[in-house]
C-alpha cells in the first residue's frame, strides 16, 4: 500500500482541450497503476488563458500557466497538477516540486498551412507570405532562415489559432508544437517538421510534468512510477541550460538533446529577436550510471525542480552539469550581451 488508498486523489489542470486531453492520458496512466484509487479531475482558467490580446512574451509572467493551479495545491484542493513542462520555470517557488516527467512526444516545431497553401513548405511560399508564432525562439530561428517570410504574433488555444488560420486570410501558415497537434488527433495538419537543421525546440516541450507539494510523500511516491528515464535526463540538462542563461520566454533559447549508447547530447542556442546574431555549440556527456538504493535524506534532491528518486543521481548530477557547462559556454562567447538586448527590444516594442 502506498499511504493514499481510500481517498479521491485530485489533479489540478487547465481548462483548455490540449490540457485536459494531457490530463486524462496521465490520469489513465495512473489508474493503471493504482485501480484502487479514485482520481478526479479538478479543471480551472489561469492567467495565461485570459490574457490573449497581448504576446505571451510582453507580459513579463513567469508563471503564466501555472500560478493559479498552484495556489490550488498550495491550499490543498489539489494534490498534484499535470503541465507542459515547457510552461513551468525552472525554479519553482518553494514548497513544490517536478515529481514525475512523462514520457516525451516528438518535441519539433510543425508548420500547419492555410489549405490554399496545401503540399507547400516554408521555403516555396510566396515573398511576404505572413507565418504566425507566439514564440520568440522559433520567429528569430526562421526569420534568419526564411528571409522572404514574414512573422506575426498570433495568440489562443490550439482550437483558436487553427481558426485564425482557416477561416481568415491573415496568415499562410503558422508555427505550432508537433507535440499538441498529435495528442489533439490533428496529426494530419503537419504539413511540415521541423527539425534542428531548421528549427531548435524549446526546453522541455513535448514533455508532460506532474508538480505536487514537495513534502507530501505519498503522492510523489505514487507520481514517480510515472518518470521516463531518457526523458528526465534531456530535461534536465534543457532545463539546467536555460536556468544557467537566465532565459525566459521573452529571449530567444533553443535546445535538441539527444540520449544514445549512454551519451547525452545537447545543443544550445540564443539568438537576437531578428535572427542575425547568434550563438550555438553542442557539448556531450556520459549518463550511464547504476541506480544505487541512496535511502535518505539525498533521496530527494531536486535538480531545476525536478525529483527523480528512481533514476540514478549520478545519472542527473551530470546532465545538470552538461546544461550548466554548455550554458557557461555560450555566456564567454558572449550570449549575455545578446540576450540582454533581446530582452531590451521586446521590452521596448
Known amino acids: ?19 485536459r486531453i494531457q490530463t486524462d492520458s496521465v490520469v489513465m496512466m495512473l489508474r493503471e497503476l493504482y485501480p484502487d ?18 504576446a505571451l512574451s510582453k507580459i ?5 500557466f501555472t500560478k493559479e493551479l ?12 499535470v503541465h507542459s513542462l515547457k510552461d513551468l520555470p525552472t525554479s519553482l517557488p518553494p514548497g513544490f516540486t517536478i515529481g514525475a516527467v512523462c514520457k516525451r512526444e516528438n518535441p519539433l516545431d510543425a508548420v500547419v498551412f492555410h489549405p490554399k497553401n496545401c503540399g507547400k513548405t516554408l521555403s516555396l511560399l510566396p515573398e511576404k507570405s505572413v507565418i504566425g508564432t507566439s514564440s520568440l525562439r522559433r520567429a528569430a530561428q526562421l526569420k534568419k532562415k526564411f528571409p522572404h517570410l ?9 482550437n483558436t489559432r487553427l481558426k485564425k488560420l482557416d477561416e481568415k486570410e491573415d496568415f499562410s501558415a503558422i508555427i505550432l508544437a508537433a507535440a499538441g497537434l498529435k495528442r489533439m488527433g490533428w496529426e494530419n495538419r503537419i504539413g511540415q517538421l521541423l527539425g534542428p537543421e531548421d528549427c531548435l525546440y524549446a526546453v522541455g516541450q513535448g514533455a508532460l510534468a506532474v508538480e505536487v507539494r514537495a513534502k507530501d510523500q505519498e503522492i510523489l511516491n505514487m507520481v514517480s512510477a510515472l518518470h521516463d528515464a531518457d526523458t528526465v535526463l534531456c530535461c534536465i540538462a534543457e532545463r539546467a541550460f536555460m536556468k544557467r542563461l537566465e532565459g525566459g520566454c521573452s529571449v530567444p533559447v533553443a535546445v535538441n538533446t539527444l540520449l544514445k549508447d549512454g551519451q547525452l547530447y545537447l545543443t544550445g542556442a540564443v ?3 531578428d535572427g542575425s546574431d547568434s550563438l550555438k555549440e553542442t ?6 550510471y547504476p541506480h544505487q538504493n541512496e535511502d535518505g535524506p539525498n533521496d530527494d534532491v531536486q535538480r531545476v525542480g525536478i525529483t527523480a528518486k528512481n533514476v540514478p543521481g549520478q545519472a542527473q548530477e551530470a546532465a545538470e552539469n552538461l546544461g550548466v557547462e554548455l550554458a557557461s559556454l555560450l555566456l564567454s562567447k558572449g550570449a549575455k550581451h545578446i540576450l540582454s538586448v533581446a530582452r531590451q527590444l521586446n521590452d521596448a516594442c
Open 1 to 19: 500500500k502506498n499511504g493514499v488508498d481510500g481517498r479521491a486523489i485530485r489533479v489540478g489542470t487547465r481548462r483548455s482541450q490540449l490540457a
Open 37 to 54: 484509487l479514485h482520481f478526479e479531475i479538478v479543471a480551472m482558467s489561469t492567467t495565461g488563458d485570459k490574457i490573449l490580446d497581448t
Open 150 to 158: 514574414e512573422f506575426r504574433d498570433i495568440r489562443g488555444n490550439l
Open 271 to 273: 539568438y537576437s529577436l
Open 70 to 81: 498552484e495556489n490550488a495545491l498550495e491550499r490543498n484542493e489539489v494534490d498534484l497538477v
Open 283 to 288: 557539448m556531450q556527456t556520459g549518463v550511464s
Open 60 to 64: 513579463g509572467e513567469k508563471s503564466l
